[in-house]
């Protein structure tokens, strides 16, 4: 009889073991799908974000149709909360899309004051469609440190604003590392959420001293390198692919200084590929640029400013085909 009992004892022992386990990994809550998104701004044919006509409705509504049919992506990063720019986010929602939201900051701080205060409006109008935020984009890299201040000053006003989405500010790799090799954490790694990273080996082809030039078929490693680099500084924190890409033309063109890369339709496409291959390996995620070519791109950028889009600037906004 003892025996029996012993048996019978261990025996609902290792039922409600099992039945534990079970539950735990029932309820163990599922790891963050990595994100494929596309870099989104409706500044396409004439139309400028300095001067001159806003994005209509109509023409969001149309470009995100576009993206939409023609594109896998389902998540975009948006530039800007303001100018008819805040019309995105409801356009997004109807079309089940996730957003990256920027608020955009630059040197005039009264305009500053007006993206940080629209940029906290949208982002608690719209919970679920917008997933993050930035407080600007390369504001360090355009401004030299000289509106850090901006940043923290973004920062803590959506935080007091008790908006409920992951606040970063985003920037260069080279920016994010402290503009060192190793890499190093700068003041802001305290102060965000997650780390958003922009890697382009195109201007480093045409700028940088550090690495031999990177030829399109090697892109893709140069960018899954750099984020490397930045996750292993930040431990503990998200970093994500915020910005990548190769121009599509003019055809043949080449930057200077290391003539490797080459802009044309064909390594534009092997460049995407095959980093959003690298990057859903590992489960990182990643945002190309971009969705639409903008044929106002900055003077500083040549020619090639106005072909990073993967689908075309102009009507019929033809896309890559993926």
């Known amino acids: 009889m003892k025996q029996l009992l012993l048996v019978i004892l261990a025996s609902m022992t290792l039922v409600i073991c099992q039945s534990a386990a079970a539950r735990t990994a029932t309820t163990k809550p599922a790891a963050k799908a990595a994100l494929q998104c596309a870099d989104?701004?409706?500044?396409?044919?004439?139309?400028?974000?300095?001067?001159?006509?806003?994005?209509?409705?109509?023409?969001?509504?149309?470009?995100?149709?576009?993206?939409?049919?023609?594109?896998?992506?389902?998540?975009?990063?948006?530039?800007?909360?303001?100018?008819?720019?805040?019309?995105?986010?409801?356009?997004?929602?109807?079309?089940?899309?996730?957003?990256?939201?920027?608020?955009?900051?630059?040197?005039?701080?009264?305009?500053?004051?007006?993206?940080?205060?629209?940029?906290?409006?949208?982002?608690?109008?719209?919970?679920?469609?917008?997933?993050?935020?930035?407080?600007?984009?390369?504001?360090?890299?355009?401004?030299?440190?000289?509106?850090?201040?901006?940043?923290?000053?973004?920062?803590?006003?959506?935080?007091?604003?008790?908006?409920?989405?992951?606040?970063?500010?985003?920037?260069?790799?080279?920016?994010?590392?402290?503009?060192?090799?190793?890499?190093?954490?700068?003041?802001?790694?305290?102060?965000?959420?997650?780390?958003?990273?922009?890697?382009?080996p195109w201007w480093e082809?045409?700028?940088?001293?550090?690495?031999?030039?990177?030829?399109?078929?090697?892109?893709?490693?140069?960018?899954?390198?750099?984020?490397?680099?930045?996750?292993?500084?930040?431990p503990g924190k998200e970093v994500m692919l915020t910005e990548f890409g190769w121009p599509n033309g003019p055809e043949g063109s080449k930057p200077s200084k290391k003539p490797c890369s080459v802009a044309s339709k064909q390594n534009q496409a092997l460049v995407v590929k095959s980093t959003f291959k690298k990057l859903a390996e590992r489960g990182w995620s990643g945002a190309v640029f971009e969705a639409f070519s903008e044929a106002w791109k900055p003077s500083n950028e040549g020619d090639v400013g106005g072909y990073w889009g993967i689908c075309q600037g102009v009507p019929p906004y033809t896309c890559m085909k993926f």
């Open 40 to 200: 989104f701004s409706p500044y396409v044919g004439k139309l400028n974000p300095d001067y001159g006509a806003q994005p209509s409705k109509e023409l969001i509504n149309e470009l995100l149709d576009k993206l939409v049919k023609e594109t896998p992506f389902r998540c975009i990063m948006t530039y800007g909360v303001m100018n008819g720019l805040e019309y995105t986010f409801a356009a997004a929602e109807i079309r089940h899309l996730k957003v990256i939201a920027i608020i955009w900051l630059d040197d005039d701080l009264a305009v500053n004051s007006k993206s940080i205060a629209s940029g906290i409006e949208v982002a608690l109008a719209y919970p679920k469609t917008i997933i993050k935020l930035s407080c600007g984009s390369e504001v360090r890299t355009r401004h030299d440190y000289k509106f850090d201040g901006e940043i923290s000053r973004c920062i803590d006003a959506l935080r007091k604003a008790g908006v409920s989405q992951p606040i970063t500010t985003i920037d260069t790799w080279w920016e994010w590392c402290n503009r060192s090799r190793p890499c190093h954490q700068t003041n802001f790694g305290t102060q965000v959420d997650w780390i958003g990273a922009n890697v382009f």
């Open 205 to 234: 082809n045409k700028y940088s001293d550090f690495f031999s030039c990177t030829p399109p078929e090697k892109a893709a490693d140069f960018h899954i390198a750099r984020i490397d680099d930045v996750r292993r500084t930040y």
